[in-house]
């Protein structure tokens, strides 16, 4: 059965932290790994991994994607208060279905 | 921009109703989704659609059906509403081009069953 696993649940951190969510993946016919947050409402795309070895980033955000040991790493330095949400992992697998993790709640205290 | 827009933001609704949620893509995409996003569980896919008239089980079909008529538009239907029903609702809208692919969401319809 195709599954994402995110770690950790919930991080609470200080504004001006470093964090790395985790996010790894059993899923047949992988195609792509995408992140997204969400604050109170819908989420936001962030960024979508297809090959291993290249970060993407954007601004204070990046990903990197690792297809031999089957997961990928989203990092947010100095981090603001604009930053808590949930961060969704998604993998699409076949039939371009999405398959989401539950997510890690960040919370950004200043 | 990208629009994914749904009918309610908010609805409250009695055990046995017929529940119709509606929403429409103005990005003349192919895929579209719905998902129920519940704490602890994570977005779950409910059904999803590549063409009009086409539609396809996601993870948890039992209790809804859905219609797509039209390109832009796509339907959940809950035949009749249950209590465990209560949930935040959301559609998405997809397009792939080569190697590219992204999903948006709409808003999101966040229904109470009674």
């Known amino acids: 059965e195709d599954k994402v696993v995110q770690s950790p649940l919930s991080l609470v951190v200080h504004e001006g932290d470093t964090v790395t969510l985790n996010c790894s993946y059993e899923v047949t016919n992988f195609r792509s790994l995408l992140w997204y947050k969400q604050e109170k409402k819908a989420p936001t795309f962030l960024f979508m991994l297809?090959?291993?070895?290249i970060e993407k980033k954007s601004g204070r955000l990046s990903s990197i994607l690792d297809k031999k040991e089957l997961f990928s790493i989203l990092n947010i330095t100095a981090t603001q208060t604009g930053d808590s949400a949930v961060y969704l992992c998604a993998v699409e697998g076949v039939a371009d279905k999405l398959i989401f993790g539950t997510g890690t709640r960040l919370q950004v205290f200043p | 921009d990208v629009k994914v827009t749904q009918s309610s933001r908010y609805l409250v609704k009695r055990t046995g109703e017929k529940v119709f949620l509606e929403c429409v893509q103005d990005m003349d995409h192919e895929n579209m989704f719905w998902y129920r996003q519940d704490p602890g569980l994570g977005l779950r896919l409910i059904y999803f659609?590549?063409?009009?008239?086409?539609?396809e089980k996601g993870d948890i079909p039992e209790g809804y059906s859905v219609s797509r008529e039209k390109k832009e538009r796509f339907s959940l239907i809950l035949e009749s509403a249950s209590t465990n029903q209560t949930s935040m609702y959301l559609c998405a809208s997809s397009f792939r081009t080569g190697d590219v692919y992204e999903q948006y969401f709409g808003p999101g319809t966040r229904l109470t069953v009674t």
């Open positions: 297809t090959s291993s070895g």
């Open positions: 659609s590549y063409d009009v008239k086409m539609k």
